[in-house]
């Protein structure tokens, strides 16, 4: 969410039990805005808390010019102090994903991998490296993957120049309650991978300034969002199950809205026999 | 001489009068009718939309300056698109939209009762019981746990507060805490443990248990007709199948049905009471694992089949979490000096407040887990958290039977289960692979003279508990499901089970053959030719014989 609405946005997140505690938010701030000037963003996001089982880390973004470039990804184990973390690569996440358990809480951890195949074994016992992965590169991965399957915005809200940049929608008022109900009306902030299988007869409707994303109608599978109207119907929650923590608000017919995650960082790959 | 044309070489060359920036038309009369024309022109209306031009662009102007947007020649087909659908926004107010009650409305409704005091009763009340109340202060915890960046936002703790004070007002209640908040898919569930006042047990479950019998009876009539029916006919074999025993719930008030639970969605709902839970209700809910929808009485999918609707399965997990996850400081509770109920089987089960408790530095909690100690029971592997022997209860209950068959085969004997005691230190909680069961942190690192111990469950996430001199408290917020690093794989279906036992009058044998029947009647006649002959010459020999007597 962004950085200068976080105290208002964390009111609205709170239903889950969630949230940061008065010296966080205080500290934060103050940070979030030296980031801005140190880093020279145009925008900082506050990503959200991962929980290790030792200590916590605090993730913000910092967006560019163009929005839906590649972010900058920041951790921070106190609020106080950031550091930059290295941009994801494809091996990272992919050796990311055969780690299962907590995050211990120390970046400087070192996981031993242990699925490796007897075949695999012989040849990587030449690069003894590859069989240790740290906690950093495993929060690296796990963020990118938490971005790029559940981050999302409200459609509208960001519009796609001729030029290819993408913008902040000044035009945007807020979905109405209606469409604030309907999982079409948010998209996935990443690059699209459905749009182009739509029939030409769908994207004859689509605005191709606002509709250049995928929506959540499609995601498998069917069910793994919750869609909730809270504090008496005036606040739209949604929340992921894939990756319980990620809570998206939406305050309808407002330009309020915004995503954070607090979680221990594991996908629920129980997701199917759960619904 | 007219203008020069683009084209033309002289074209753009100043020329007093002739510069890019004159009129093309240069006498004013010509440049007089020209506007009009021009203004004709775009007043002239639409055929598709009614609307023309010039009222538009006015319009649109008019909203340009009166707003003043930054870069409005970037936003400036917007603000177009903007101002032609106001066109259909009509001003005047009909009758339907005055009518258009949102559900947002409905809802202010009913939190808006909930400031509402009740009057003259409530005046009254207020009197007698402002010096002891069950209502727990539900603000303060909210301020603790705030200090660890856990909670709900303010606004709904004051509502849950309210809704509590409801709750307490309707029902006979002693004690009453917040137990906590579980998420579902279409809503939500706040929770609230409340004892009851000794004496002021439901009558419903009078109500609840006469019905079973008749059912029961009912059902005994109906088996025996059928009984009657089939010895008649000819009957398969009987399978020698039997149930294993029903383990029957604990007692309220005892072990895992010691607190009654109430649950409403939102704060100014109406609260409902959960049903007491059953040890088969427990068992199956360590094996499943199922997101809760938010309506009580949903249907719970899954294998092994759980026996009950979603309210069975939330009150199971609220039993399994809370025995799980409510620890208190050490030394808060004590038990009961009664030295007789020290040989009873299941040790002890009741405690109380501890008045010479002394409450450790915060430092001493966090950084040791045993300072800390459950003080609800634990549920044994049978479901319930005082272990009852399921055999000899069986017996009893059916003497109907051939006694001698059930002795004979009566299943290996149950070992008692045995759990951890009732204020058992946390330390002797196992953790998950190498992730030990608790997290310990004061709540702040920067101010330690104010700061409380926050322990976080790594074995249900989103239990919490802090502690804070004297104060202590617990709660849960999360989906209510246990952590397990390794994936959920459900029960598998249990073997096909043997009908019968196969005898040889009921197993298959494969027809013989041609040749082998044959071969058969071969045999046949020439053992019965044998045996002719043999006749003949015993026939022949007797003959003999008798001849010879005589």
Redesign the interface.
Same mark, same amino acid.
């Given at each position: 969410m962004e950085a200068a609405s976080l105290p208002a946005g964390l $009111?609205?997140v709170?239903? #889950?039990?969630? #949230?940061?505690?008065? $010296?966080?938010r205080a500290v934060l701030g103050s940070s979030l805005l030296l980031l801005q000037r140190d880093y020279r963003f145009e925008r900082v996001w506050f990503w959200g808390c991962i929980?290790g089982?030792?200590g916590a880390y605090y993730i913000a973004e910092g967006l560019g010019p163009d929005r839906a470039a590649p972010r900058s990804r920041l951790y921070s184990l106190?609020c106080v102090e950031w550091s930059l973390l290295p941009p994801a690569t494809k091996e990272m996440v992919a050796q990311a994903e055969q780690l299962? #358990?907590?995050f211990q809480g120390d970046p400087s951890f070192e996981y031993e991998n242990p699925e490796i195949n007897a075949e695999d074994a012989e040849g990587l016992i030449e690069d003894s490296k590859e069989l240790l992965i740290k906690e950093e590169a495993r929060l690296v991965a796990t963020i990118e993957q938490i971005d790029r399957a559940v981050g999302i915005i409200p459609r509208g809200a960001f519009v796609k120049t001729p030029l290819g940049s993408v913008h902040e929608n000044?035009?945007f008022e807020g979905l109405s309650?209606t469409e604030a109900k309907k999982l079409s009306s948010y998209f996935h902030f990443t690059e699209p991978v459905n749009l182009k299988n739509k029939t030409l007869l769908e994207k004859a409707d689509l605005d191709p300034s606002t509709d250049f994303l995928d929506s959540l109608e499609h995601d498998v599978p069917q069910?793994s969002w919750?869609v909730?109207?809270e504090?008496?119907?005036?606040v739209v929650v949604l929340?992921s199950?894939l990756w319980?923590g990620l809570t998206f608000y939406h305050v309808p017919m407002t330009k309020q809205y915004g995503y954070v995650y607090f979680g221990?960082g594991e996908k629920n790959?129980?997701l199917p026999?759960?619904? | 001489h007219g203008p020069y044309q683009p084209h033309e070489p002289g074209y753009g060359l100043y020329q007093p009068g002739y510069s890019p920036y004159d009129d093309q038309i240069p006498d004013l009369n010509s440049q007089k009718l020209a506007i009009e024309n021009a203004k004709a022109y775009l007043l002239e209306s639409s055929t598709v939309s009614g609307l023309n031009l010039y009222d538009h662009l006015a319009n649109m102007l008019t909203k340009i300056l009166d707003e003043r947007?930054t870069n409005a020649v970037d936003?400036i087909e917007?603000i177009s698109k903007?101002v032609k659908w106001a066109q259909f926004q009509k001003k005047m107010d009909t009758l339907r939209d005055e009518h258009e009650i949102?559900?947002?409305f409905e809802?202010?409704e009913?939190?808006k009762a909930l400031f509402l005091r009740a009057n003259g009763e409530g005046a009254e009340e207020l009197e007698e019981d402002i010096g002891e109340t069950p209502l727990p202060n539900v603000m303060e915890t909210a301020f603790y746990f705030?200090?660890?960046?856990?909670?709900?936002?303010?606004?709904?703790s004051y509502h849950i507060y309210l809704a509590l004070k409801n709750l307490i007002t309707v029902h006979p209640i002693q004690t009453c805490r917040f137990w906590?908040?579980i998420?579902?898919?279409?809503?939500?569930y706040i929770i609230a443990e409340v004892q009851y006042r000794d004496g002021e047990e439901e009558e419903e479950e009078g109500e609840e248990e006469e019905v079973t019998e008749e059912e029961e009876k009912g059902m005994g009539e109906i088996e025996e007709e059928d009984e009657d029916e089939e010895k008649e006919k000819d009957e398969p074999p009987k399978s020698t199948y039997k149930p294993p025993p029903v383990i029957p719930k604990e007692e309220n008030g005892t072990g895992a049905n010691k607190y009654v639970y109430f649950v409403c969605n939102?704060p100014?709902k109406p609260w409902v009471k959960l049903p007491p839970v059953t040890p088969a209700q427990i068992v199956c809910a360590r094996k499943i694992?199922?997101?809760f929808t938010g309506r009580l009485d949903a249907p719970v999918v899954s294998f092994p089949p759980f026996p009950g609707n979603e309210a069975n399965y939330l009150r199971a997990q609220i039993a399994r979490i809370s025995a799980g996850t409510q620890i208190s400081p050490i030394g808060f509770y004590q038990f009961a000096e009664e030295e007789g109920d020290e040989d009873e089987e299941g040790g002890r089960d009741t405690f109380e407040e501890n008045p010479d408790f002394q409450p450790l530095p915060v430092a001493e909690m966090v950084d040791s887990l045993s300072t800390w100690v459950h003080h609800v029971q634990s549920i044994l592997m049978q479901g319930r958290c005082v272990w009852l022997n399921p055999i000899q209860k069986s017996e009893e209950e059916e003497d109907d039977e051939d006694e001698e068959e059930e002795k004979a085969e009566e299943p290996e004997e149950l070992q008692q289960e045995v759990g951890p005691p009732l204020l058992t230190p946390l330390s002797e909680d196992e953790g998950i692979?190498n992730?030990?069961a608790w997290?310990a942190q004061p709540?702040?690192?920067?101010i330690p003279h104010h700061a409380a111990a926050i322990l976080?469950s790594?074995r249900w996430?989103?239990a919490y508990a802090f502690a804070s001199g004297r104060n202590f408290e617990n709660i849960y917020?999360?989906?209510g499901?246990k952590y397990s690093?390794?994936?959920?794989s459900?029960a598998l279906p249990p073997p096909v089970q043997a009908e019968y036992p196969s005898g040889p009058e009921i197993t298959e044998t494969t027809d013989p053959t041609v040749e082998e029947e044959q071969a058969f009647k071969a045999a046949q006649e020439k053992a019965l030719a044998a045996e002719e002959e043999e006749e003949e010459e015993e026939e022949a020999a007797e003959d003999d014989e008798e001849e010879d007597d005589d």
């Open positions: $009111e609205l709170a239903g #889950g039990g969630a #949230g940061l505690s008065p $010296e966080k929980q089982v030792r106190n299962k #358990g907590r000044r035009n309650l069910g919750t909730q109207l504090k008496g119907g005036t929340r199950l319980l221990t790959l129980d026999f759960m619904l | 947007p936003i917007n903007d949102l559900p947002t809802a202010a009913k939190r705030e200090q660890a960046g856990i909670g709900l936002s303010k606004d709904e906590g908040k998420l579902g898919l279409e809503m939500n939102e100014g694992k199922k997101f692979q992730i030990p997290t709540s702040t690192n920067l976080q790594n996430p989103g917020f999360g989906w499901h690093p390794e994936n959920h459900p």
